[in-house]
């Protein structure tokens, strides 16, 4: 069951979150306001939804499986007692599969603010055995949850994609335990010489043409593409969870900086 917040339908749960709406902000490399982009943005995964799984193994060629596996191995789960996980931007769940797989008594939360996603997640979660995972409709700039409640938190390929990252920040430490972790699985900044051309063409050309064979439209590929350039460097993001609270800030590149794992503590 996907647990809603009922009054708020999902183009409202984007209105009342504090911040001036008409603040400029980025939709992929086209200047946007701030109240605007989380509406694109769930445009975006609402074409994509029934998708989605297919495009990120043809995107990254399969390897967007293999740096969840290291994800996953980083929040170490206890394998007894029960850890409460929350993965939020969490999708179709495949985040949340590997912590259940790793550890069957975890209390695994997936939030996310799109239907269509958790909708997906939802039957494969069905399909897959795992009847005990909580699916939450709502937004990561505001957890309906209450402060210091979980073990680990985990964003995987999702901060990019919400409006205000420092509220989603702030809300991450808010919701932790005191010996918490937060874990962010995003793309980073691939400048080593020769890959980054490769890698740019990779992703301006190839990518977009295979979301227009396999969903029919391009255009959404190519916002996921241009919101990797738009988005903080590592460094730059290390300070952004360190602004938020977070201690023993740290991150982990993989696969000649294509992805990096970025670690902070709620100490
Ligand atoms: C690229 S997908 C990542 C899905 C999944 N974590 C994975 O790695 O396969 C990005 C997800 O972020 C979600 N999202 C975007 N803005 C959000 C927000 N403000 N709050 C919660 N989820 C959001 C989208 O609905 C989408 O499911």
Known sequence: MVLALPELPMSRLNDHISGPADEESHFGFSSV????????????????????????????????????????????????????????????????????????????????????????????????GFHDIAFVEANAEELPFEAGQFDAYTIAFGIRNVPRIDKALSEAYRVLKRGGRFLCLEFSEVDIPIMDKVYEAYSFSAIPAFGK???GDGQPYRYLVESIRKFPNPERFQSMIEEAGFQRASYTSLTGNIVAIHSGWKL
Request: hydrophobic share 45%; charged share 25%; proline share 3%.
């Open 33 to 128: 306001r701030l109240g605007e982009k989380q509406d694109l943005v769930d445009d975006v995964f609402r074409k994509v939804a029934s998708r989605y799984d297919i495009m990120n193994d043809v995107m990254s060629l399969g390897l967007h499986r293999a740096w969840k596996d290291v994800l996953v191995g980083m929040v170490k789960p206890q394998r007894s007692g029960v850890f409460k996980h929350l993965d939020v931007a969490g999708g179709t769940g495949d985040v949340a599969f590997r912590i259940a797989e790793l550890a069957p008594s975890a209390d695994v939360t997936v939030l996310d603010i799109n239907p269509n996603m958790l909708a997906v997640g939802q039957e494969r979660a069905t399909q897959r």
């Open 213 to 215: 064979v396999i969903t």
